[in-house]
């Protein structure tokens, strides 16, 4: 079992920044593939960010050049740090672990960017 609490979210203007963080449990977090996923009211969970254990990235298109994602094996934390931030980045974004294609989420942590 592995559990995951983020942190981080919150109210931001359009243009502003934000970074979340996730804190994982588990002995082998460096085996895991950790993401960052976000849903907007009414619309289906979608990636935003991947990384595996050594370090290898993907993007969604929506956030490329904005967002980065980045971990630390040692504390089992993985960030996501996010830049020019739009009104239509605003929903509950989640931590995902893929442990051996088993899916371990958070709670979920919300961020709205509005004027």
């Known amino acids: 079992q592995v559990q995951l609490v983020e942190s981080g979210g919150g109210l931001v203007q359009p243009g502003g920044s934000l970074r979340l963080s996730c804190i994982a449990s588990g002995s082998r977090f460096s085996w895991y593939v950790m993401g960052w996923y976000r849903q907007a009211p009414g619309k289906q969970r979608d990636l935003v960010a991947t990384i595996t254990g050594d370090g290898r990235i993907n993007y969604s298109d929506s956030v490329k050049g904005r967002f980065t994602i980045s971990r630390d094996n040692a504390k089992k934390i993985v960030d996501l740090q996010m830049n020019s931030l739009n009104p239509e980045d605003t929903a509950v974004y989640y931590c995902?672990?893929?442990?051996?294609?088993?899916?371990?989420w958070g709670q979920g942590t919300q961020v709205t960017v509005s004027s």
């Open positions: 995902n672990a893929d442990v051996f294609d088993t899916d371990y």
